[in-house]
């Protein structure tokens, strides 16, 4: 199994910064991609960044230019850099991995963490 341990969420102001970090650790075989999803209250969850093997990254409209996703391959570690926060981000951030592992090493599967509380304030 696999498990996502998030740590970062907080209070913060509008125009603040924050910094989320997420491990993966278990049997991992390989990482192909690692990202960030939010789900606010009455929403639908929704991809904010993406960060695949290559170094390849998707992200959110809303948030190109004050989000950044970075990810240490070695460690299988993903962060989210975000700045200039506003309180349309405020939501619960999930960590997400698509891992192949010793048990399954043909076919990737996603992996959820538990989520961190983003809440900016006005």
């Known amino acids: 199994q696999v498990q996502l341990v998030e740590s970062g969420g907080g209070l913060v102001q509008t125009g603040g910064s924050l910094r989320l970090s997420c491990a993966a650790s278990?049997?991992?075989?390989?990482?192909?991609?690692m990202g960030w999803y939010r789900q606010a209250p009455g929403k639908q969850r929704e991809l904010v960044a993406r960060?695949?093997?290559?170094?390849?990254?998707n992200y959110l409209d809303s948030v190109k230019s004050r989000f950044t996703i970075s990810r240490d391959n070695a460690k299988n570690t993903v962060s989210l850099q975000m700045s200039s926060l506003k309180p349309e981000d405020t939501a619960v951030y999930y960590c997400?991995?698509?891992?192949?592992?010793?048990?399954?090493?043909?076919?990737?599967?996603?992996?959820w963490g538990q989520g961190t509380q983003v809440t900016v304030s006005s």
């Open positions: 278990g049997s991992i075989l390989s990482i192909y991609s």
């Open positions: 997400a991995a698509r891992v192949a592992t010793i048990r399954t090493p043909t076919a990737f599967i996603d992996y």
């Open positions: 960060i695949f093997s290559s170094g390849t990254t």
